[in-house]
């Protein structure tokens, strides 16, 4: 297995992955599995990858029937190297964290999605026991669970273009305040 960061192709490779064998309760996407290893590698408590490898095709009896040895060993190999990138990162190159959102280009102009991401984070975080997160850290969860959770969604569109920008940018410092307040336990 190879270290550091994906290239794009191999992003592009998974996600091509996840959308041939996924449904509408898979993981959609190299962004939102991205968030879901964040929130594993964040969490209070370790998930063990039997525990979250179902998840990623929306539970067990949804696991791929790969065409290859082959493809499911490099969809392996892919996404080992990915969560240990970001554990790499989170751990100890913090401020070289970025979480993976998408972008997409409506008449010309690129806008940042951050919802699939924060989807993800959202389903590791229901993996884990995250009850005593304290409660001065409760903004942080709630910045990601803003664009995480569809409940979240009327009050999103009530966001002025500023609020909703600055919605955005609170999702990488609360990622990194989240996941340190769990390294020290």
């Not at 490898?53 to 060993?73: A, T, V």
């Not at 984070?121 to 409760?138: E, I, N, T």
């Not at 664009?147 to 990488?172: F, M, T």
């Amino acid at each position: 297995m190879q270290q550091g960061p994906l290239t794009e192709e191999e992003l592009e490779w998974l996600d091509d992955v996840l959308l041939k064998y996924g449904n509408d309760e898979s993981v959609v996407d190299a962004s939102e599995l991205d968030g879901l290893f964040t929130a594993i590698l964040s969490g209070p408590v370790l998930i063990e990858p039997q525990v979250w490898l179902p998840l990623i095709w929306g539970g067990e009896e949804n696991d791929p029937e790969w065409e290859s040895e082959e493809e499911f060993e490099q969809f392996m190999d892919l996404i080992a190297q990915h969560m240990n990138d970001i554990a790499d990162r989170l751990n100890e190159y913090p401020d070289q964290f970025e979480p993976l959102f998408g972008l997409n280009t409506v008449e010309g102009q690129e806008f940042t999605v951050v919802e699939d991401w924060c989807c993800g984070y959202m389903k590791g975080v229901a993996l884990g026991d995250w009850s005593s997160l304290p409660v001065a850290l409760q903004p942080e969860l709630a910045a990601i669970a803003l664009h995480g959770q569809e409940e979240h969604l009327p009050r999103l569109q009530k966001l002025s273009p500023e609020e909703y920008e600055q919605s955005i940018e609170a999702i990488l410092p609360a990622a990194i305040s989240l996941h340190a307040k769990w390294l020290l336990h």
